[in-house]
């Protein structure tokens, strides 16, 4: 239930009472990384449905930006991804989520799509290297 008055700062940033900090276009940040190996898998937004699905199905769910559409992660393939924790940052506004790959995150096939490092002394634009993951 919502508080009936504003959550003051202090209340916001400690206090027990969830009250996600949606930005202007109604989103939140989520990082979902690995629950064990904590290797970042995927970083995406949600709205306020798909964060009250991903906490109601126990799968993680997002908002497409570019199909404006709500979207299971593996609704399509099956790789969905399931939530065995989701912590919030100390004003509300963005999220981590560890959680259970069912298989590759990325669309591209990749475990994660965090899959290429930015090489620091390249002085040209080929500067992704392909890491491990």
């Given at each position: 239930m919502?508080?009936?008055?504003?959550?003051?700062?202090?209340?916001?940033?400690?206090?027990?009472?969830?009250a996600?900090?949606f930005?202007?276009?109604?989103?939140?940040?989520?990082?979902?990384?690995?629950?064990?190996?904590?290797?970042?898998l995927v970083?995406a937004?949600?709205?306020?449905?798909?964060?009250a699905?991903?906490?109601?199905?126990?799968n993680?769910?997002?908002w497409?930006?570019?199909?404006?559409?709500?979207?299971?992660?593996g609704q399509?393939?099956?790789?969905?991804?399931?939530?065995?924790?989701?912590?919030?940052?100390?004003?509300?506004?963005?999220?981590?989520?560890?959680?259970?790959?069912?298989?590759?995150?990325?669309?591209t096939?990749?475990?994660?799509?965090?899959?290429?490092?930015?090489?620091?002394?390249?002085?040209?634009?080929?500067?992704?290297?392909?890491?491990?993951?």
């Amino acid at each position: 239930m919502p508080p009936s008055a504003p959550l003051t700062s202090q209340e916001r940033e400690t206090g027990s009472h969830f009250a996600p900090k949606f930005d202007s276009n109604g989103l939140l940040t989520s990082v979902v990384v690995d629950a064990v190996t904590k290797e970042v898998l995927v970083v995406a937004f949600m709205n306020e449905q798909s964060l009250a699905l991903t906490r109601s199905t126990g799968n993680v769910h997002f908002w497409s930006r570019s199909r404006n559409a709500l979207w299971m992660k593996g609704q399509t393939s099956g790789n969905v991804l399931k939530v065995e924790e989701i912590r919030v940052d100390c004003d509300q506004d963005a999220l981590v989520i560890a959680a259970t790959p069912a298989g590759p995150t990325c669309h591209t096939g990749e475990a994660s799509c965090f899959y290429r490092a930015l090489d620091l002394k390249a002085e040209d634009a080929n500067a992704l290297v392909r890491v491990k993951t």
